[in-house]
T-cell receptor
Framework: GQNIDQPTEMTATEGAIVQINCTYQ??????LFWYQQHAGEAPTFLSY??LDGLEEKGRFSSFLSRSKGYSYLLLKELQMKDSASYLC??????????WGAGTKLIIKP | NAGVTQTPKFRVLKTGQSMTLLCAQD?????MYWYRQDPGMGLRLIHY???????AKGEVPDGYNVSRLKKQNFLLGLESAAPSQTSVYFC????????????FGEGSRLTVL
């Protein structure tokens, strides 16, 4: 079957670094997406990886290992506004997204 | 730049009532999707469309119907609402072809009593 696993909740301190892991198992693979979702709002796109390696975009970076079915989202210099849920999604062979349940990130001062 | 717009934003229904959620996008996207989001679960695909006049079932289609008569609009209908359909509904769109990011509407919070 198709499955996406990510931690339910994480806590980190303002100014620190946090890594949110995601493992996926899908029928075929056409890339791994990360979305940010603030409470009561719509998900917004953060990153897309289709090749192995690290993609850096400002304070956020995303890593992919296709052989391991593994990705992580790295957030640096955490700010209070980074408190949100982070959704991992794998795109299968039919270009459909399979979504994880999301990781709620709590930032403490 | 409106992007993806959903109406209504909030609705309370009684069991057995019907309603339609409207999604409109102004980005000329081919693909459109309806998801529901429930606590502790990932976004689940209800129905989707890969172009005007086409629709297909997703992961949880039962109890819902959709139509895509115009490219920019994707309607989600509940013929006889049930409490299990209490959820937040998101519409999303993307350009066709290969992988591309999804653009989401703001969501519609539906409560069925």
């Amino acid at each position: 079957g198709q499955n996406i696993d990510q931690p339910t909740e994480m806590t980190a301190t303002e100014g620190a670094i946090v890594q949110i892991n995601c493992t996926y198992q899908t029928s075929g693979f056409n890339g791994l997406f990360w979305y940010q979702q603030h409470a009561g709002e719509a998900p917004t796109f953060l990153s897309y990886n289709v090749l192995d390696g690290l993609e850096e975009k400002g304070r956020f970076s995303s890593f992919l290992s296709r052989s391991k079915g593994y990705s992580y989202l790295l957030l640096k210099e955490l700010q209070m506004k980074d408190s949100a849920s982070y959704l991992c999604a794998s795109m299968d062979s039919n270009y459909q997204l399979i979504w994880g349940a999301g990781t709620k990130l709590i930032i403490k001062p | 730049n409106a992007g993806v717009t959903q109406t209504p934003k909030f609705r309370v229904l009684k069991t057995g009532q019907s309603m339609t959620l409207l999604c409109a996008q102004d980005m000329n996207h081919e693909y459109m999707y309806w998801y529901r989001q429930d606590p502790g679960m990932g976004l689940r695909l209800i129905h989707y469309s890969v172009g005007e006049g086409t629709t297909a079932k997703g992961e949880v289609p039962d109890g819902y119907n959709v139509s895509r008569l115009k490219k920019q609009n994707f309607l989600l209908g509940l013929e006889s609402a049930a409490p299990s359909q209490t959820s937040v509904y998101f519409c999303a769109s993307r350009s066709g072809g290969d992988a591309g990011e999804l653009f989401f509407g703001e969501g519609s919070r539906l409560t069925v009593l």
